[in-house]
């Protein structure tokens, strides 16, 4: 309860904000994306984990709100970002179950991005397959963030339970292969397994694939030979603060 009123007003304290996490190329460590990550430090709690606080913010129906403020925040940090010289291809934002509860969130979206002037193409949503299997009307849904021009992609893929013949049918363009699988893939042979058959399934379906949680040389070689060329994890970046992206990624760097 404590947690819920100082999340409320967190928002207009300023004192959440985003860290972003850089999706490479593996091959040529080019930088195609960011995923924008939502950090709260609060001057009583300290530094609150997203794990703790957004089933707080879903159960309250704070998310909104909240999934609002993110988006708004990380369309206009691109925007940011082109001024000074750095140009992010693809912001990825992540959504909640929640978010879809009331209706479609397409004329939010339209509205966010337009006030920011950032090109729909420029954005992908995240959803995971449970908000796709779990909303009653997602197919619609999606459709309908589909027709404002923003991409889509499925988080923490392979862990849920979506059927192949269900995702044929979804508008999404990327598979974002969940890091469980990734953590032991050179010495577990079903996660490898499973690894390799998202792969596959991208390239059947004609889907980008990004592989979340790389850490290590070992495991960013192995999905290059299985045909995945796109990676994001401590290897190549921890998610970090705006600046820090720009120093790092931006002109001469
Ligand atoms: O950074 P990490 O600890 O950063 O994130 C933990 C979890 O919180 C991840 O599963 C991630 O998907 C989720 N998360 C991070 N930012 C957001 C956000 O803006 N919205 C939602 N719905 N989930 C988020
Ligand atoms: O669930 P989702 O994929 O949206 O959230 C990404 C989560 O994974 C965040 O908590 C982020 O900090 C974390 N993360 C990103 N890269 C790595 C990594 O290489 N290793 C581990 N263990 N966690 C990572
Ligand atoms: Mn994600
Ligand atoms: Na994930």
């Not at 960011?34 to 001057?43: C, G, I």
């Not at 998310?63 to 988006?71: A, K, M, P």
């Not at 940011?80 to 693809?90: E, F």
């Amino acid at each position: 309860l404590r947690l819920e009123a100082l999340l409320r007003r967190a928002i207009e304290k300023n004192e959440i904000y985003l860290h972003y996490q850089p999706q490479v190329d593996i091959a040529t460590r080019q930088l195609i994306g960011v995923e924008a990550l939502v950090r709260w430090h609060n001057p009583e709690l300290g530094q609150v984990a997203p794990v703790r606080f957004i089933p707080v913010a879903e159960d309250t129906g704070f998310i909104s709100q909240l999934g609002q403020w993110v988006l708004a925040e990380a369309c206009r940090q691109m925007i940011c970002w082109d001024t000074a010289g750095l140009r992010v291809p693809k912001m990825a934002v992540n959504l909640s179950v929640r978010q879809f509860e009331r209706g479609s969130i397409a004329p939010m979206v339209a509205s966010v991005l337009q006030e920011a002037g950032l090109e729909a193409q420029r954005l992908q949503l995240e959803v995971t397959e449970s908000v796709i299997m779990n909303t009653g009307d997602a197919l619609g849904y999606v459709n309908d963030l589909r027709a404002v021009g923003v991409g889509l992609a499925i988080d923490d893929f392979g862990t849920g339970y979506s059927s192949l013949a269900y995702l044929s049918q979804l508008p999404v363009q990327t598979l974002k292969i969940d890091r469980s699988f990734i953590q032991d893939i050179s010495t577990d042979a079903n996660d490898e397994a499973i690894a390799v058959a998202i792969i596959q399934l991208g390239k059947s379906l004609n889907l980008s694939v990004v592989a979340e949680g790389v850490e290590n040389e070992e495991q960013a070689a192995f999905l290059l030979r299985h045909g995945c060329r796109h990676a994001q994890g401590y290897l190549y970046s921890r998610p970090v603060a705006p600046d820090d992206l720009l120093a790092q990624w931006g002109q001469g760097h």
